[in-house]
């Protein structure tokens, strides 16, 4: 059990009063408040204000949220049809042929975890005021807090192209708030983002698992990178400035265990050499955050005849990493066989599997070959089909390991890893490639390549950057995004004959997020 920054009970109370399944804006009013004159008889409360915030990062990366959306469409993970097993109403064909309607449950499922993140934000802000003449620590919290309300914003943006807004000091909730366009909230998460950046705190000196001014330079850069996406013109300069402050003080190195920095003990890397950790979210697998079978690595892919150490007895034989993102990237782009990121056997002996690619014949942990419900040998193939995938079909990708032995097999110790320096490293390369400094930009790619003990490039185009950022931050939460800015996303794939329409790379607003609207929202074309 790892030691909490946070007052874990308040965080809980704050979210069960403010979650609510049906929730599609930010209407709701907290009813347990910590007043500013209780701060002022004790500081040390201050953090109990950030922690429902940033409890809420917990909910973001599993398959049927902000995760998902960003993975099950893209081409390096589905989740195929196999039998009556995953169709689930059609949710993951519509994810993979970009076929969502505004009904569909992850994208409103989505919508309702982001809201109430917001509000929660707003909550803290407006507590903690607009005040300049009040302690370092005040300014710090507040800081931290308009940081993550301005990261659920990035993320309402990113995938919906628009974001609700109200001010924290607005009381009146029967009011609706305003509804940010791409732009417009662009440009208010961009100028928050620099006002608060001084006020965050160093990362040195940061706790674990807060925002700190690192993530903050990374979100700005973030948004820069996207900007031709969002508003229609380049920010490539404006994003090398903040990645060369995350990048330049040699602060941080690429890890010399790749899988370490996901293991279940993954915490345990903060600020030892190769932490590459920017911004996390913290999980336990001894805590109940009300998301079991969610945020966990193990059951969603893996086949129900594959026990690991004889405990994951229901194990849901879900999603693959098709066999074009597997030859294009990895089979035609590295070399299998020294590449540390594409399998490492350190876990076998333990867990009868590898992180990373997990393919060919299966076994147990006592060597002896699995095989199907029906009796067919359990060998894992690059072939697969969207609708009609057998039980054995489609490579299974391990990136967070379990627990050799777990507290519960339904959730996660492993802490989820947001940003990282990898990505920073490729943000930066793609950034001077875009602006004609491809020798520059291969040379960040080949000292990636080389810690990794992949082969080195000796030339580079623009695409060879999206495919390195498929082998190095596979299935970490990157790739819709990725894929929109290379302009890919929309391009025929396997099981899926035709070009998406533009329309597709937005996803529909949530229809009862309309109606709650009372029509202010308006559907995004193409829905």
Known sequence: MKKKNFYIAFALLFLSSLFISSCTDLEEEPQDKVTSDVLIQDPDLIPNLVAPALGQLKNLWHREAFWGIQEASSDELCFPTRGTDWFDGGVWQQQWTHTWTPIHRDVAQTWNILNPAIAAANFGISVLGTDEDVSDKVKEYRAMLRFLRDFYMYCLIDVYGVSPFRSPFSTD??????????????????????????????RAVADYGVPNRDACRMLLAKMYLN???YVGQSGYDSCLIYLGQIIDPGDYQLADDYFGMFGPDNHLNFREPGDEAIFVTELDDDQDYGIDDRVQWVKHTFHYNQHLMGLYTNNW??????????????????DTATDVRWVDSTIYPVMALVNGFNYGQQYDIEGNALKTRGGAPLSFTFDWSLTGSTEEQGVRVLKYAPRDQPVNIARTPNDYIIWRYADALLMKAECLARLGNMANAMKIVNDIRLKRKAPLLTSMELMDILRE??????????????????ETFLLPKQDKDIFSPETAKLLPIPQSAIEASEKLLTQNPGY
Not at 469 to 486: A, K, S, V
Request: hydrophobic share 35%; glycine share 8%; with cysteine.
């Open 469 to 486: 950022r498929g082998r190095e931050l596979y299935w970490e939460g990157h790739r819709r995004q990725d894929m929109i800015r290379f």
């Open 227 to 229: 900007k031709e996406v």
């Open 173 to 202: 909730y029967t009011v609706n708030p305003v509804y940010l366009n791409r732009s417009e909230a662009f440009y208010f998460i961009v100028n928050d983002l620099k006002t608060v950046l001084n006020d965050m705190p160093e």
């Open 317 to 334: 034989n879900g999603c693959i990493a098709p066999g074009d993102y597997l030859e294009e990237c990895w089979i035609n782009g590295t």
